[in-house]
């Protein structure tokens, strides 16, 4: 996805992020996403974290949020 903020769909993922961001600190945590997706299994998680945590930190920043959630267009 090669857009930018004046792009209305990365206007509305980024709100998608921010909702899920629930503490505000910039990265999408598995607690954050468990509680946005409760019945969400730990294997989804985990598959998750393999496929979209491209630093291996734990979390998604909004870059992998976008790459994750991205559309060829």
Do not use: C, N, V
Request: no cysteine; glycine share 10%.
């Amino acid at each position: 996805m090669s857009a930018g903020p004046a792009d209305p769909r990365w206007a509305q993922l980024k709100k998608q992020f921010e909702s899920m961001d629930g503490d505000g600190d910039g990265y999408i945590t598995d607690a954050e996403f468990s509680e946005h997706f409760p019945g969400l299994p730990a294997e989804a998680l985990a598959a998750l974290d393999r496929e979209a945590d491209a630093d291996g930190d734990g979390r998604l920043s909004f870059e992998e949020f976008i790459r994750l959630t991205a559309t060829d267009d």
